[in-house]
């Protein structure tokens, strides 16, 4: 088990940037595969990319978000470039053991507390 701790939320203009950070605990964080997920309000929990030793994306982001991790820092990143006001929404880190990626939330069983995103118009 692994405890995720995400920041770098805020506020920003639509055309803006953002980067989120999620922070894990534990010795064996690169044995992980690192995803984010986002829910808006009224609408279920959505995949936004995923990250092990290769990397996976929501159509809907790819080209303006990149994820990456710094196994040193025990720490994945969420770059969002481009933002739009559909891409307001909590975000959340989530942690599934081994290397396999997935875009589904049942496949990661340590999640972080979430970090607002609203994007104005």
């Known amino acids: 088990q692994v405890q995720l701790v995400e920041s770098g939320g805020g506020v920003v203009q639509a055309g803006g940037s953002l980067r989120l950070s999620c922070a894990a605990s534990?010795?064996?964080?690169?044995?992980?595969?690192m995803g984010w997920f986002r829910q808006a309000p009224g609408k279920e929990r959505g995949f936004v990319a995923a990250?092990?030793?290769?990397?996976m994306y929501a159509d809907s982001v790819k080209g303006r978000f990149t994820i990456s991790r710094d196994n040193t820092k025990n720490t994945v990143y969420l770059q969002m470039n481009s933002l739009k006001p559909e891409d307001t929404a909590v975000y959340y880190c989530?942690?599934?053991?081994?290397?396999?990626?997935?875009?589904?939330?049942?496949?990661?069983?340590?999640w972080g507390q979430g970090t607002q995103v609203t994007v104005s118009s």
């Open positions: 989530a942690a599934s053991q081994g290397r396999r990626l997935s875009a589904t939330p049942g496949d990661f069983a340590d």
């Open positions: 534990g010795r064996t964080f690169s044995s992980y595969s």
């Open positions: 990250i092990s030793w290769y990397t």
